[in-house]
Antibody
Framework: QVQLQESGPGLVKPSQTLSLTCTVSGFSVYTANYYWSWIRQHPGRGLEWIGYIYYSGITYYKPSLQSLATISLDTSKNQFSLKLASVTAADTAVYYC???????????WGQGTLVTVSS | QTVVTQEPSFSVSPGGTVTLTCGLSSGSVSSNYYPSWYQHTPGQAPRTLMYTTDTRSSGVPDRFSGSILGNKAALTITGAQVDDESVYYCLLYMGGGFVLFGGGTKLTVL
């Protein structure tokens, strides 16, 4: 059974870097042709795709977040991570990690973690 | 800027049938957009229902079905149950590695 679990600070100060990790169990993040994504949901809003990393390390980001977001893969720990630089209150959201066989949809989801940006 | 459109809300009676749609602010949705659907109940992980238009994800009952209706992707729930009350999101592949969620449809079953 594939499980994804997000972890990281629940509170980040404005202008700092948000850092989250997704630990995958029951499946290798280095499995060929798999994609690992980050998605967020602002309070009272819908889902927003942030970006993904391919098993080979190639990354794609939502254009409006491309200059601020970095997704990386750690195959030794079977994890992938998100860093979002220069955060503001507008980055307060529940962040989900997800994964799957395609860049076009998601097969597996984490439970989500709330990150609040506040001084 | 292209927006993926969904009905903000929908209501269905238990045992009834409802069709939720997923369109584009400009243009038509086809299978080339690889539409997928997700059920999201607050406080829980989203659940994948459907991908590549009409392929049910593992464990999803066959009362959920996907299709292209006219110029939109559609998710039909036949024999709605109270447990189906949730928010449903569609996702479209826009090309170049970029995907876009719709705003979600809040489904009420009563």
């Amino acid at each position: 059974q594939v499980q994804l679990q997000e972890s990281g600070p629940g509170l980040v100060k404005p202008s700092q870097t948000l850092s989250l990790t997704c630990t995958v169990s029951g499946f290798s993040v280095y499995t060929a042709n798999y994609y690992w994504s980050w998605i967020r949901q602002h309070p009272g809003r819908g889902l927003e795709w942030i970006g993904y990393i391919y098993y080979s390390g190639i990354t794609y980001y939502k254009p409006s977040l491309q200059s601020l977001a970095t997704i990386s893969l750690d195959t030794s720990k079977n994890q992938f991570s998100l860093k979002l630089a220069s955060v503001t209150a507008a980055d307060t959201a529940v962040y989900y990690c997800a994964g799957g066989r395609s860049s076009s949809w998601f097969d597996y989801w984490g439970q989500g973690t709330l990150v609040t940006v506040s001084s | 800027q292209t927006v993926v459109t969904q009905e903000p809300s929908f209501s269905v009676s238990p045992g009834g049938t409802v069709t939720l749609t997923c369109g584009l602010s400009s243009g038509s949705v086809s299978s080339n957009y690889y539409p997928s659907w997700y059920q999201h109940t607050p406080g829980q992980a989203p659940r994948t229902l459907m991908y590549t238009t009409d392929t049910r994800s593992s464990g999803v009952p066959d009362r959920f079905s996907g299709s292209i209706l006219g110029n939109k992707a559609a998710l039909t729930i036949t024999g709605a149950q109270v447990d189906d009350e949730s928010v449903y999101y569609c996702l479209l592949y826009m090309g170049g590695g970029f995907v876009l969620f719709g705003g979600g449809t809040k489904l009420t079953v009563l």
